[in-house]
Every structure is written in C-alpha cells, then in structure tokens.
C-alpha cells in the first residue's frame, strides 16, 4: 500500500484522534483527511501536473509540509525534499537534477522565488502554502473547490514516491529513488522497531524534509499524533515533553547533547518519554549514559542511509538493560542489531562475508533499499557489487550480531546530523587566490558530533586568515557547510605520487580515540 493508503485506514478507524499540533493548529484525522484529499484532486486538476509529476516542498517544519506529502502520495507524485539550510544557489542545482515541476513553498522564501524560477525550467507553478503571494495563489486559494473524496485505487508498488539527495545539503550528487514498496518497508520497520502505537505522541523538531518527516509517516500509519515545533530550541523541546506528554522523540546527537546542556533540563516530568530516538551519526557513549541517567532507560539508536532508509540497524533499551535492571555499558557504542526486513553484514573487499570481530564495510539487503540513484545507471550499479547495497561505513559485527561503526570509507563528514562532503568545500576554498592546498576533514566535537574544519596551505607570498575563509564558505556554500575552523600550515602532507595524504591529516586529529567517526 501507499502510504496515504495507511493514513486513510486509520482516518477511517479512529476519524477524531489528533493527528497533527501545530502552535494553535490542532487537526484531527477526518479534518487532515479532508484536506490531503482536497489537494490530491488539485493536483490532478492542474493542466501542467500529472501522475508521475516531481514536486518540490520548499519550506520550515511546518503541518502543511504533511498534508502535501500525503496528497502527492495519494496523486501518485513524487515528492521532493528541499533542505532550507542550504544555500539558494544549492537548492536550484538540487531541484534542477530533480526535474522539478512545480514548487509549494512557504511565505519565508517569497523573496527567492524569481531566482527558482529562473533556474527552474520545467517548473512553472509556485504555490505558498501558508498565505497569498505576489507569485501565484496560495494554497488554500489554489485547492478550493477540489473537495470530495479521492479513491486512489491499487498503487504499483514499483513506481516511485519520492527523490532524497543523498547529501541532503551538499549539491546534487546523487539523488536515491524511493518507491511505495521501499517506503511501505520502512513505515513498517519503524513502527515496529521504535513500538509506535495509536496511543503514542511524537515531537517533531527536526527537519520535516528530512528523516524527521519519514517517520511522521510511520505515525500516521498507526493513528498516532505528532507535535511539530518549527526548528531545534532546546528549552521549548524540555518543556513540551511534558506539556504534550510525548513518548517519542527523534534528534541527532547534536540536539541531544544541547538537551544534556540545557540549564532547565531538571525541571520537568519526562515520565511519558519512551523512545527517544537517536540518529543521522553515532553518539558519544558518555553522553548515552548522560542521557539514560536524565531521560531514563528510553534511548535507541538508529542507522541508515538515505539510499536504505532507516532503521537497517537498532539498538534498544532491551539491548543494555539486564534482566536484574543494570545496565550493560559494552552496548553503549554499538549502533544496534539488524532489523527485521534488512539482513546486515560486514563485508572484505573481495565480497568476502567476514566474521565476528574482523573490520569491513557494512553492506545491506533489505526491502528498504532505493531502486536506484536518479539517472545515474553507472553509479547504481557500483553500490550493488556482489549482490549487496554497500554503505560505505566500515563497521565491525560481535558474536551477538551487534555491529559498531567505526570508520568511513567515503570522504563524507557527517556534522549535526547532516552529510556534507569536502570537495564542495574544498572546490570554494581553493577559489581564493591565497590558497594553494585545501583538505577538508571532520574532526571530532563534543556538540556537531564531527566539526568541519580546512586545512590550508598558501601560495607564497600570500597569506589570508582563518576568518577570510570562513566568511568566503558561508557566503557560497551557506552556513552549515563552512568550516567551524580553519588551519594554515606551511605545507600538506602528499603521497609519492603527490596526492594529499588526507587520511594521515585526519588521523592526528583522532588519535587516542576507539573509532574514527
């Protein structure tokens, strides 16, 4: 089934239970319904839309973000996801590959939408979805008079759903195609594996368009409602725990460790918490027992990729809880057991499966997989070598099947959750006339989990500072993808063939550490 097919079930079995909060936004399933079916129908009314059709989602967390969702789903369109962090420019060149058609877009972006458009060839419609805009209707404007019921009938569980870049912020390298077979897998993974019930509440304060907003589907599927905050803030997340009496949560280490932080995180009844759900990087096992000790035995942990979704692998509370009620500290570090529609392994170079104990790359089948990287046929198949999806993580698999990430095989830095790769950063850097040499690496930090940092050498005579770096990043790349540091050495390591020895530069950063990630 689609997943609006789940979401109709459980509109028909339980209409009046909450399933979206919003600030004073508060909206059963009978009214969400009535609304994602009012825009499934505008969609297909549209004369430049139609099955099969790319549609951007451009906007903060936001309710609106799930309505659409679930009505491209229900058209049988493809939705594609747009990080907001990004820089403007990223986000044309993302959409562009995507082949996108049509853009619905929140008030905050009206000022970039001449700049979409003129970037955007095939789309020609732009839809505010939370007031008028000088560009075109809004949303509400634009679906009314499309009320009524819409059979969607049998889906083809082949045809895809939706377009995830697999950098999320950093350009559009590769994009996996998700189909409703691979997202039916994954809704059903995770309402089993993280125990989301009818009765369960979940707070929403990362990214819709990112992970966040898959596993709101996993909710709707049951009946279950989610509170939406509009970003991260640490003291507004304590306090709505209480407030919504949330029992599941979902954040990447980063948001953790600020919860750990926060002055008034002993002011409040957590006692509705039970799952607070950790993914997108491994976390610090000082901090999982920080957590625990805080927030009580309610800590899993999650992996996957965009390409597989998640959870491929999941530690839970049964997993470090004894049965005399200690705790087993050993699984702290560990990033969890397989799940049960993805069989996980640790594979050699060779396409040797190896054992207990012995270090390779962690390889996947599961019904969760992408069907393919979005017109990059070469690339597909290169994952798929010896009949496995290939992570690109190196991992390493104990006796009872526990596997701990403990390397990356690709040149990829994942801070604050997000997956930013070095040669976009690298490629910006080196445009200053000052720099000769550039490696950018992660570096570990206690807050993003891995810190950008650049390591620059400069052409003789020239010299530039670390701020002038930094500055440059943030105006090309945006934000999230510059540097937090910059060091200037008067040469970098090469190999005898003269390629940046990077690896050798990242090690002296993690020396002294169990893993280096």
Known sequence: ??????????????????????????????????????????????????????????????????????????????????????????????????????????????????????????????????GPSAHGPSLEQWAAGHAGRFEGGIENPLSPAFLQLTGGTTGPSKAAVHTHHSLEATIVTMYSSLEIGPQSRGLVAAPITHAAGLLMCAF??????????????????????EQEKISHLFL?????????????????????????????????????????????????????????LFPVLVKTPRDYLRADGTRDESIYPVAGRQTA????????????????????EVVVQSSMLMSGYYKKPQETEETRAFGWHHTGDIGVKDSRGFITIVDRKKDMIISGGFNIYPTEVEAAILGHPAILE????????????????????????????????????KRKLGSL?????????PELPHSAVGKILKREIRAGFWKGRDRAI
């Open 1 to 130: 089934m689609r997943i609006a097919d789940y979401f109709d079930k459980m509109a028909a079995l339980a209409p009046d239970g909450e399933m979206l909060i919003d600030g004073a936004v508060r909206l059963t399933y009978r009214e969400a319904q009535e609304r994602v079916h009012t825009v499934a129908h505008a969609l297909l009314a549209h004369p430049k839309l139609h099955k099969g059709s790319h549609v951007a989602i451009y906007a903060p967390n936001d309710y609106r973000i799930s309505i659409l969702q679930l009505a491209l789903n229900r058209a049988d369109m493809l939705w594609l996801s747009v990080h907001i962090r990004s820089a403007l420019e990223t986000n044309i060149e993302c959409l562009h590959y995507l082949d996108c058609e049509c853009v619905f877009f929140h008030s905050q972006f009206e000022a970039d939408v001449p700049r979409l458009a003129g970037g955007l060839p095939l789309a020609r419609t732009f839809i505010c979805i939370d």
């Open 220 to 241: 709707f599927a049951r009946g279950a409602a989610n509170v939406i905050h509009r970003g991260f803030e640490a003291g507004a997340v304590l306090a709505t725990i």
């Open 252 to 308: 990447p280490p980063t948001a953790l460790y600020a919860l750990l932080d926060h002055p008034t995180r002993k002011d409040y009844d957590y006692s509705s918490l039970r799952a607070l759900m950790i993914g997108a990087a491994p976390t610090a096992p000082e901090r999982f027992r920080e957590a625990i000790q805080t927030f009580g035995p309610v800590l899993y942990e999650v992996f996957g990729q965009v390409e597989s």
């Open 341 to 360: 529609l993805s069989r996980v392994e640790i594979m050699a170079d060779d396409g040797t499966l190896l054992g207990a104990g012995v270090p390779g």
């Open 438 to 473: 550039c490696a950018v690496i992660g570096i570990p930090d206690e807050k993003w989990g891995e810190a950008v940092t650049a390591i620059v050498a400069c052409r003789r005579n020239a010299n530039v500072t670390a701020d002038e770096i930094i500055a440059l990043c």
């Open 481 to 489: 993808k510059a540097p937090k540091s910059v060091e200037i050495w």
